[in-house]
T-cell receptor, first 114, second 113 residues
């Protein structure tokens, strides 16, 4: 089966940097996604890592280590609007052809305080 | 262009009734996913379609749940004899082929009284 772990809640100060960790165990790994979900809204895409290393996109960066089953999302220059849940999701392939699935972690609720 | 749409946006029903939830994916997207999110919880995978076929139904919670997709486009999730534990937000998402970014619809909030 698949197992994805991330912290339940985090709090950080406006203007600071925060790192949200995600560990996973899965077979048939394809890649790892990060999504942002504001309260009462649908998730929106932030990043996708397939290879090891750091992907930077503006204030957001995502890192992946496939050998360690580990990823993190780094948010810089935090703004109040960054208060949201951040979902780690693992894409994997079943042994059957074309059988993909995307499994989500329970999400990390980030609160940004003044 | 139009994103993923879902209807209804809200549904209140009585325990034991059947409900149908509809998803219109982005045109041309072959992959379609259904997820369920209970209050304060993560996304629970329900079913995945590639075209009209569902290679993975492993997430459907019970035989009261079924889904179909016709014409490689619209999908319907049906819940028979609804129970109070079925109350949740049901999210639909599509992607061009299945391994890429998912585009989520706004969800259907189902409340079973």
């Amino acid at each position: 089966g698949q197992n994805i772990d991330q912290p339940t809640e985090m709090t950080a100060t406006e203007g600071a940097i925060v790192q949200i960790n995600c560990t996973y165990q899965t077979s048939g790994f394809n890649g790892l996604f990060w999504y942002q979900q504001h309260a009462g809204e649908a998730p929106t895409f932030l990043s996708y890592n397939v290879l090891d290393g750091l992907e930077e996109k503006g204030r957001f960066s995502s890192f992946l280590s496939r050998s360690k089953g580990y990823s993190y999302l780094l948010l810089k220059e935090l703004q109040m609007k960054d208060s949201a849940s951040y979902l780690c999701a693992v894409s994997f392939t079943y042994s059957g052809a074309g059988s993909y699935q995307l499994t989500f972690g329970k999400g990390t609720k980030l609160s940004v305080i003044p | 262009g139009a994103g993923v749409s879902q209807s209804p946006s809200n549904k209140v029903t009585e325990k034991g009734k059947d409900v149908e939830l509809r998803c219109d994916p982005i045109s041309g997207h072959t992959a379609l996913y259904w997820y369920r999110q209970s209050l304060g919880q993560g996304l629970e995978f329900l079913i995945y379609f590639q075209g009209n076929s569902a290679p993975d139904k492993s997430g459907l919670p019970s035989d009261r749940f079924s889904a179909e997709r016709t014409g490689g486009s619209v999908s319907t999730l049906t819940i028979q004899r609804t129970q109070q534990e079925d109350s949740a937000v049901y999210l639909c998402a599509s992607s061009p082929q299945g391994l890429e970014e998912l585009f989520f619809g706004p969800g259907t909030r189902l409340t079973v009284l």
